[in-house]
């Protein structure tokens, strides 16, 4: 739909935290993007984002206790 290209995506882990970075190009041109199609492409993704249902928080775990009556 935006005819865009990902020119190249790199995916790391620092610790508990994934770091990624996706370059994106114009189809056509092969160039970076320029700031109007930036924009445009965020405004896209954040309203997608929105429209994402939001996931419940997980339950917080207990911890077991053991049984003293064995």
Do not use: M, N, W
């Amino acid at each position: 739909k935006a005819r865009l290209d990902i020119a190249s995506a790199h995916i790391d882990c620092y610790g508990e935290r994934a770091v990624d970075a996706f370059y994106v190009a114009d189809h056509f041109k092969k160039a970076p993007l320029s700031a109007s199609q930036k924009q445009a492409v965020r405004k896209q993704l954040l309203d997608v984002l929105d429209q994402a249902p939001a996931v419940p928080p997980k339950a917080r775990l207990t911890r077991a206790r053991a049984s003293l009556a064995r």
